[in-house]
């Protein structure tokens, strides 16, 4: 049977990724199992998110059934080489966005496709270029869109993304949460 006509278990809570393998045309149940998002602290930034990936595969695997492939991501944002997870609150969203305002971030997203034989750990990577943020135009973003379950306090589709993003190298579904391209392309292998 190939991988395109099996069941795909999205292991994620994230609309954002559920929204983009419905755009895409994969058949696809949510399944979860919450990890607790701890990675070593001397492993390379570019690491972190395939290393994530991975470990919430290893979680979901009790609930994956024969045939069945588990799909699991996990996003990082980076600005010299320090990650920016999900802000804590608003003072933290707030600093977040502080910290990007005005430069060139990369955003990986670390995927993993796994069934009880075999694995595939792939990530997409994109650049994101931030225009010069406001500290009102901060405050007016956080209060709007409460950016507190994205990675770097912000999401390309809302209105930071329309309005202070001046340029991407990369693809716009990376950034929104899930490499559907690079996804595709090794379902296909798989």
């Known amino acids: 049977m190939d991988a395109l006509s099996r069941k795909i278990i999205l292991a994620s809570q994230?609309?954002?990724?559920?929204?983009?393998?419905?755009?895409?045309?994969?058949?696809?149940?949510?399944?979860?199992?919450?990890?607790?998002?701890?990675?070593?602290?001397?492993?390379?930034?570019?690491?972190?998110?395939?290393?994530?990936?991975?470990?919430?595969?290893?979680?979901?695997?009790?609930?994956?059934?024969?045939?069945?492939?588990?799909l699991t991501a996990d996003s990082v944002v980076i600005l010299n080489d320090k990650i920016y997870g999900k802000p804590k609150d608003a003072e933290d969203a707030h600093r977040i966005l502080r910290d990007l305002s005005g430069n060139r971030h990369q955003v990986i997203t670390g995927v993993c496709l796994k069934d009880h034989y075999k694995e595939r750990v792939f990530a997409?990577?994109?650049?994101?270029?931030?225009?010069?943020?406001?500290?009102?135009?901060?405050?007016?973003?956080?209060?709007?869109?409460?950016?507190?379950?994205?990675?770097g306090a912000y999401a390309i589709q809302e209105w930071i993304g329309l309005c202070k993003i001046n340029k991407i190298e990369g693809t716009y579904a990376n950034i929104m949460g899930l490499p559907v391209n690079l996804v595709y392309q090794e379902l296909v292998k798989f």
Do not use: H, W
């Open 124 to 151: 997409g990577s994109s650049f994101v270029y931030f225009d010069e943020l406001t500290d009102n135009e901060i405050e007016y973003y956080i209060r709007t869109c409460q950016p507190f379950d994205k990675a």
């Open 14 to 70: 994230s609309p954002r990724r559920s929204q983009l393998l419905s755009q895409a045309g994969f058949q696809f149940e949510i399944r979860t199992k919450p990890i607790d998002e701890i990675f070593p602290e001397d492993m390379p930034s570019e690491e972190v998110a395939p290393y994530l990936a991975r470990q919430k595969a290893e979680a979901i695997m009790p609930l994956i059934e024969e045939g069945e492939i588990a």
